[in-house]
């Protein structure tokens, strides 16, 4: 019972574990998922800051954006895009809700 509220709560449903749904931790620095990874969950940042970029083909690498608290993060994988189209690194300790 306690699934189904969280499915009508978007805020519950976004901030909990459950089916299809992984709470995880990252350390400063670690990868999240990187360009060219198979596009297969979007992620929410529950704590902590964030650092989207990609490389060029040059290998010339730019950040997209600095993310934090309640932000998605690897949003590709819900535009239908199969591989991941940036990088994504933890710039603090972060704590994020994993979405298949």
Known sequence: MAEQGSICNPKTFLSTAGAGREMMSFRKGQVIFAQGD????????????????????????ATLDILGDEDFVGKDSI????????????????RILRIE
């Open 38 to 61: 198979a596009s297969d969950a979007v992620f929410v940042i529950q704590t902590g800051s964030v650092r989207l970029s990609a490389r060029s083909k040059s290998g010339k690498e």
């Open 79 to 94: 535009a239908g895009q199969p591989v991941r189209i940036s990088s994504a690194r933890a710039l603090t300790d972060c």
